[in-house]
């Protein structure tokens, strides 16, 4: 049983996350549904306006629409996109290689830069017109590419932006590779299993509950992307980039509409709350848990 | 006694209108050359009058978003640098600011003109001082042009007529002039300054407080901008946005010459000038189209300074603003780094000390020599800004023609101004 003293001092070391947590967040996340349901412009005290934000968002509002479609679009096509790729590689280097730990370290480093705004910047410079990528492809005789003009590829431009930072996914991958029992490949080896059918019946079953993790992760992370667009194209041509983050950030900073930049982020935040919860009911059906009897 | 004396000093020190020592706090926006002028003003000001003055500076980008948190919170500085389109959003009553009329014993109104006063005055209260005034101004690169044998531009029919030019002598990848692309500004401008030329009136009808174009007159200013990118004269949109979202006077095409003209505030030449590798920008009278009502200058009080409505201390911040504006060493001090100033004062110590850039002295005196309608705060309000530059966006992807986003525009703008 725990003394009064320890439980209080446990308090005191816990306190100043639990304050965080209400300032920074728990208060702000409240406040802003109380804010979604009002006229705000930051200058007047907010006004109640019911759902007037809502009937605007999903009746009048072209933009919305626009950035939803964006943003579902972007979402779909770089979650699966970058677990396919953080798996190849976590599968390639979970091979016992020389310096398999500098590679490792290497193929982690994109990740430690994470979607700063100095790679971001980088991004652009490599696929602008005159950029790295275009130079690439006219020494090879190809055509260049308006990587960033033409609306068809400039969502696909900040896709790659996404993938190139598949480390953190890659690690866990590695991680769950290298605590798959060994003795299962040397049966199925025995059994004359080649290595595509080691790698769907053995391989991908036992990691399911570690794609499961990283895909609600890179889901949730992909929803929230702002930097990359913001800076590359500031969410053009035509608005073909124009990420719901990006348009909260207007309708609040530039426009200094908080009333209906909260609605909007209330809507991203029930649609993301909606696909986590449609891919934990779905994870029944195809998350393996070593010991669970379903499995 | 001694209690007695001290009350009575206190007393006639207030009545006097002096303020006591007091700590202040002034935030502005700006490059390093304006950072580094302005602190060292504050510095010679708060020494002059007794008061210290805490600077709080930042760049361009995200400075009205962090203004507009502390006017929220009530937390802003008590002096502001202010963008004068902020004023419909800051203080759509005049209350968003102190009025400054309230301290005309301390500041010296008389250095500027009626006119400057009342551009900064809403419902009655002056709710900033004017620092200086600025305007859009043509800057062309004499390198290129000489290069291509061409004198500069006088008129937008020699600056169409010199795209054939620069693209038979020098190259595919040359372009006289630039109003495309990015955030939309510069097509916005410039279909804005056509159609002003044109129809002799600004964007909002100050009577009305609606769209002063009919939809008509703003096809005509849309069609001449696309005419320009067609042409050659400027880079299309889809080009400009192949490079990114980066600003013109960081491209390398800007500094080489390849692009060599561009249509921005007079108070920006360094910045536009100072990458360019050979010879340097040279202003022009602003170039006007066939038939045109009006030169369309596009002028308007650059910045301006404000005192918080919830200074503890507003007559000492007034003292810093004068300071700052009209005395020697705030006037030294801040030199030419947030371009003429505006007021007379400051001007003529300025000049006399030969301490303005001749090509800005230039720039700015085409800008103030100028004419045209009374430029409306609207036309950089973000909403009405933001319907033109999408319209115009999908007009240069041939997504709908100059009639349609003409009646899209005046639709639009009408829609934000019925909210005014």
């Known amino acids: 049983m725990m003394g009064g003293e320890s439980r209080y001092l446990g308090l005191a070391y816990v306190a100043p996350y639990i304050a965080g947590l209400f300032v920074f967040t728990a208060i702000p996340f409240v406040a802003s549904l109380y804010l979604s349901f009002t006229d705000y412009n930051l200058m007047r005290p907010p006004r109640w306006a019911g759902i007037d934000n809502y009937v605007e968002l999903f009746t009048r509002d072209r933009t919305f629409r626009k950035s939803l479609t964006v943003t579902l679009l972007y979402v779909f096509m770089t979650v699966p996109l970058k677990l396919a790729f953080a798996l190849f590689i976590a599968y390639i280097l979970n091979y016992r290689l020389k310096f398999i730990n500098l590679f490792r370290t290497a193929y982690y480093v994109p990740s430690i830069l994470g979607g700063s705004i100095a790679v971001a910047v980088l991004w652009r410079y490599i696929f602008a017109d005159a950029g790295l990528v275009n130079m690439l492809i006219t020494a090879f005789g190809g055509e260049p590419v308006n990587w960033f003009g033409d609306p068809s590829n400039a969502l696909f431009t900040i896709t790659l932006l996404r993938l190139w930072q598949f480390g953190s996914a890659m690690v866990i991958f590695l991680a769950a590779l290298q605590s798959i029992d060994k003795t299962l490949y040397e049966a199925a080896a025995i059994d004359g299993a080649g290595k595509w059918h080691t790698f769907f019946h053995i391989t991908l079953p036992l990691i399911t509950p570690v794609i499961f993790f990283n895909l609600i992760m890179q889901m949730v992370q992909a929803f929230q992307e702002f930097n990359g667009p913001y800076v590359i194209t500031e969410g053009g041509p035509l608005k073909s980039t124009y990420l719901l983050p990006l348009y909260i950030y207007e309708e609040a900073f530039k426009k200094f509409d908080m009333g209906y930049a909260s609605a909007i982020a209330w809507v991203l935040f029930v649609i993301i709350m909606v696909l986590t919860l449609i891919a934990f009911w779905s994870s029944r059906h195809w998350v393996y848990y070593a010991g669970d009897k379903r499995s | ?420």
Request: net charge negative; glycine share 10%; hydrophobic share 40%.
């Open chain 2, 1 to 420: 006694m001694k209690r007695m004396m001290t009350a009575l000093a206190v007393v006639l020190a207030c009545g006097t209108g002096a303020a006591a020592a007091a700590d202040l706090r002034m935030s502005w926006w700006g490059g390093d050359s304006r950072h580094a002028a302005t602190q060292a003003a504050l510095k010679a000001c708060g020494e002059k009058h007794g008061h210290t003055i805490q600077p709080e500076f930042t760049g361009w980008s995200g400075h009205q978003e962090k203004v507009a948190t502390q006017l929220a919170g009530g937390t802003e500085a008590d002096i502001m640098q202010i963008n004068w389109p902020w004023l419909p959003l800051f203080s759509l009553e005049g209350d968003g600011f102190a009025d400054l009329k309230a301290f005309a014993d301390i500041i010296d109104l008389s250095q500027w003109s009626k006119a400057q006063l009342d551009s900064a005055t809403v419902n009655g209260r002056l709710n900033g001082l004017p620092v200086s005034t600025t305007g859009r101004v043509f800057f062309f690169n004499k390198a290129t042009f000489d290069k291509a044998g061409l004198p500069l531009p006088s008129d937008w029919g020699e600056l169409i007529a010199a795209a054939a030019v620069f693209k038979e002598k020098l190259g595919e990848d040359y372009y006289p002039f630039d109003a495309q692309g990015g955030d939309g500004l510069g097509a916005i401008l410039n279909v804005s300054l056509v159609t002003t030329q044109m129809t002799g009136k600004d964007l909002v009808d100050p009577e009305t407080n609606t769209v002063a174009w009919t939809p008509e007159e703003l096809q005509k200013g849309i069609e001449f901008n696309q005419n320009l990118a067609e042409k050659g004269v400027i880079r299309g949109w889809k080009t400009v946005a192949a490079g990114g979202n980066v600003s013109l006077f960081e491209l390398p095409a800007w500094s080489e010459g390849k692009i060599a003209g561009s249509y921005e505030w007079d108070s920006t030449y360094k910045k536009f000038n100072d990458p360019i590798a050979e010879g340097s920008l040279v202003p022009v009278d602003i170039l006007t189209v066939d038939g045109a009502v009006t030169q369309g200058v596009y002028r308007k009080p650059s910045m301006l300074f404000s005192i918080s409505r919830n200074s503890e201390n507003p007559r000492a911040a007034a003292q810093i603003v004068n300071c700052l504006l009209n005395e020697p060493e705030g006037i030294n001090a801040l030199g030419d780094t947030r371009g003429i100033p505006a007021s007379r004062i400051a001007a003529q110590t300025l000049a006399e000390s030969g301490a303005i850039d001749p090509n800005l002295l230039q720039a700015h005196k085409i800008v103030m020599e100028a004419e045209g309608p009374t430029v409306s705060p609207f036309n950089e309000h973000p909403d009405v800004r933001e319907i033109f530059a999408d319209t115009l966006e999908a007009v240069a992807y041939g997504q709908i023609s100059a009639a349609e986003a003409a009646q899209e525009i005046v639709d639009g703008v009408n829609d934000v101004l019925a909210g005014f």
